[in-house]
């Protein structure tokens, strides 16, 4: 069956219900995960710092879930579950985040690096709007090459105020690029909040600017993000360019393991919390008939275990020697 | 052979490698039917197209962002940045990014791409488009430094740095672009992180980059004069460094000058020195090491000016005689 958003919009029908339903364990996947570090960095068991996307699930696994194994993607500091979505697997970055050898980097690139090449990952990036430009070069590939593979640029509110948006932007309009620009607005950038920080209300009115289309999404609705990723992915495959998809969320937790959240109210994050995208997948996949409540809570356990496994692989890992001090290292 | 200038080699080695190998293309600013700011380019759009041959936008944050990401996922490309002091907005994508993919992502993916751009005072451009920021560069682990001297060199070492699977930066002289050598018509190799000795000889050693080898070269042929055998090596790739070359002169002459034109205060002449006095070396030197560079100024406008701000041959001769108590 397809799933009916409105009477206008069906979801995109490459998307059976297998896979819809596995995108719910997923939502969960990616938010056990995050739980999961919260806790080890709470506890002084991984160092260094970590950026969680507690909230945001919806646009990961949305937009992920209408990529091929050859479509690529650029993540960001908070990009755990976008590696997840886009096929990473929970071992080997909670290895990574362990410093373990067996870690997606060798234990060498940490929370912000996790990057899988081979899969189509081009890399999370501690570079506010670091990864535009790079996402820019993947697509110009794509085009050069004459391959049929997108690239999806995630970035948040802030990165949208950066020159290098600007700049990677604009260029792939100018060239007609595959690229979808996912702006994850969370509405923080540590703790400038987007109504002091961006003098528009909808950053997706941005695209205009570079000639392209912008689109606003409910970023805590999957089914809106995927439908909007949809019409992004056959423009960009058709050859006519870049869109600019503005997803609407909240990261339920700080900016990073060191914030007091001075910035915000605790009444805002409780009318966040309450639009919570895993819940409301839930109630959309039993509507319509996909699952059941036992099932949904055999998916949710199923991820938690998945979530143990992780970290029982990533404690059993070895740790690098020092002499993994200088491998890679060409020049 | 036939002569060609430092320009056309640059050009041949693109344009070879392109005719050869479908990935490799170059983007920059005004390359295409502008031929590029100081003419590298030209005629390239016409045999190659504007798609291999891509004229950007003025965005060197975005173009440098580009070329690594095209880099990344299987292209070979050649990002002209138009003045070598352009590279400070494009610092991000070559330090931050390009720099460190190989490593930070545990020895996967591959970013093989060469900047090439422009360096150097002495066109009375003045301070923005006049620098000689290479030591910036050099302190980035992830990055290869190149410096060609000459034609013959430019052409060999750019070939060198297009076949490398790594980022490469390549330093093109401005004054040398009108500069001349025989240059086989073929294309051929020269390996990154091999010094060249320019000229041999046995009383002081002169260590010299990009235009500051021609001037150590006429600095030499005077000081022959005087009975004062100098030896002169271009070490034509600052990152990997031939130490090996350079100590062994050390040790022959015992006495070394080292220049550059980049400032002196933390330009790359500094690493040179102390690479030469943590060696075996040091117990041969028979006087201080000396080191020429910039002024600490901006580079100023005024011809005078500018060329005061440059080690000039008298320079060089001054502190090659030095190193001897000749003065």
Not at chain 1, 295 to 300: F, M, P, V
Not at chain 2, 62 to 77: C, D, F, H, N, Q
Not at chain 2, 131 to 137: I, N, R, T
Not at chain 2, 165 to 188: C, G, M, Q, R, W
């Amino acid at each position: 069956m397809k799933l009916k958003l409105t009477e206008e919009k069906l979801l995109a029908p490459k998307i059976s219900n297998e896979k819809l339903v596995g995108l719910y364990k997923q939502m969960w996947l990616i938010r056990y995960f995050d739980e999961k570090v919260d806790e080890f960095f709470a506890k002084g068991m991984i160092h260094g710092t970590t950026h969680l996307a507690v909230g945001q699930e919806a646009s990961a696994s949305g937009v992920c879930a209408l990529l091929d194994i050859d479509d690529k993607i650029t993540s960001t500091h908070r990009g755990h579950g976008h590696c997840i979505a886009k096929g990473a697997t929970a071992d080997k970055m909670m290895a990574e985040l362990f410093g373990r050898t067996t870690g997606y980097c060798k234990g060498k690139g940490g929370s912000m690096h996790i990057a899988d090449v081979d899969m189509g990952n081009l890399g999370a990036n501690g570079i506010v709007a670091g990864g535009i430009p790079l996402a820019v070069g993947s697509a110009l590939t794509a085009k050069m090459k004459n391959l049929n593979y997108v690239t999806v640029c995630f970035f948040g509110d802030g990165a949208t105020n950066e020159g290098s948006f600007h700049e990677a932007v604009n260029l792939a309009s100018i060239w007609d690029l595959p690229v979808i620009f996912v702006c994850e607005n969370n509405q923080y950038g540590m703790s400038g909040s987007v109504k002091e920080m961006i003098n528009v209300d909808d950053i997706a009115t941005r695209a205009k600017a570079y000639g392209i289309p912008g689109v606003v999404a409910d970023g805590n609705d999957i089914i809106e993000i995927m439908n909007v990723t949809d019409d992004a992915i056959k423009r960009a495959r058709r050859g006519d360019g870049p869109t600019l998809i503005e997803a609407k969320t909240y990261r339920w937790k700080g900016h990073s393991k060191s914030d007091a959240k001075k910035y915000r109210t605790r009444e805002e994050e409780k009318e966040w919390r309450a639009k919570d995208p895993i819940k409301r997948y839930k109630q959309v996949l039993i509507d319509a008939g996909l699952f059941t409540e036992e099932t949904a809570e055999e998916l949710r356990l199923a991820a938690k275990k998945e979530i143990e496994d992780a970290v029982k692989f990533s404690e059993e890992s070895p740790m690098p020697t020092l002499d993994d001090l200088l491998t890679d290292v060409y020049a | 052979m036939r002569e060609i200038t430092y320009l056309e080699a640059v050009r041949e080695a693109m344009s070879l490698e392109m005719r050869k190998n479908k990935d490799v293309f170059i983007l920059g600013e005004d390359i295409g039917v502008y031929g590029g700011a100081f003419g590298v380019t030209r005629g390239m759009i016409e045999e190659f197209g504007p798609e291999r041959v891509r004229n950007t936008p003025i965005s060197e944050a975005g173009i440098a962002g580009a070329a690594v990401g095209s880099a990344l996922t299987g292209m070979r490309p050649i990002l002209e940045l138009q003045f070598s002091d352009f590279i400070t907005i494009a610092l991000d994508q070559i330090v931050n990014q390009a720099a460190k993919i190989r490593y930070m992502y545990g020895g996967k993916g591959k970013v093989p791409m060469v900047v090439r751009t422009p360096s150097g005072s002495g066109t009375g451009a003045a301070a923005q488009h006049s620098q000689s920021l290479e030591a910036w560069v050099t302190h980035i682990p992830g990055l290869k430094v190149v410096q060609p001297s000459t034609a013959y060199d430019a052409k060999g070492l750019l070939k060198a740095a297009m076949d490398d699977d790594n980022p490469v930066i390549f330093y093109e002289h401005k004054l040398l672009y009108k500069t001349s050598s025989d240059v086989p018509e073929e294309a051929y190799s020269l390996p990154l992180g091999k010094a060249d000795v320019k000229r041999e000889g046995s009383d002081v050693t002169i260590v010299a980059t990009a235009i500051m080898v021609h001037r150590a070269l006429e600095a030499a042929a005077e000081l022959e004069k005087e009975g004062i055998s100098i030896e002169v090596i271009d070490p034509c790739t600052l990152v990997p460094l031939d130490e090996e070359t350079i100590i062994k002169s050390v040790v022959k002459t015992g006495r070394v000058v080292v220049v550059h034109e980049a400032v002196k205060r933390g330009g790359y002449g500094g690493e040179i020195a102390s690479m030469i006095a943590e060696s075996e070396a040091f117990d041969y030197l028979d006087a201080p090491i000396k080191r020429l560079g910039g002024a600490p100024s901006p580079v100023p406008y005024h011809p005078d000016l500018e060329k005061a701000h440059a080690p000039q041959v008298s320079n060089i001769i001054q502190a090659a005689k030095e190193t001897l108590n000749k003065v």
